[in-house]
Nanobody, 121 residues
Framework: QVQLVESGGGLVQAGGSLSLSCVAS????????MGWFRQAPGKERDFVAL???????HYKDSVKGRFTISRDDAKNAVYLLMNSLRPEDTAVYYC???????????????WGQGTQVTVSS
């Protein structure tokens, strides 16, 4: 079993920045795809960004140019740098790992517990 733990969430004013971290533990971690999803109250879990090892990255249109996903295999970690945050970015952010490239949440094999990001006006 692979365990994912997110950190870095918090309260920030609109226009500010936050950096989220997700660290894998428990077993050897080699999932080729890692992603970030978010879920606002009363809403479905929504794709934010993914990193495909050796290939590239992909982002939700509304976060392009503002968010950056990166991966450090030596640390078994994936990061999400969020700049120019907006109130609509408020959600619980989850990291995920899997073997299949997808912007849907269902194909991912492992999930973290989530970290709250709140952006105030």
């Amino acid at each position: 079993q692979v365990q994912l733990v997110e950190s870095g969430g918090g309260l920030v004013q609109a226009g500010g920045s936050l950096s989220l971290s997700c660290v894998a533990s428990g077993r050897t971690f080699s999932s080729p795809v890692m992603g970030w999803f978010r879920q606002a109250p009363g809403k479905e879990r929504d794709f934010v960004a993914l990193h495909w090892r050796g290939v590239g990255t992909h982002y939700k249109d509304s976060v392009k140019g503002r968010f950056t996903i990166s991966r450090d295999d030596a640390k078994n970690a994936v990061y999400l740098l969020m700049n120019s945050l907006r109130p609509e970015d408020t959600a619980v952010y989850y990291c995920a790992a899997g073997r299949k490239l997808s912007t849907d949440h269902e194909p991912y094999d492992y999930w973290g517990q989530g970290t709250q990001v709140t952006v105030s006006s």
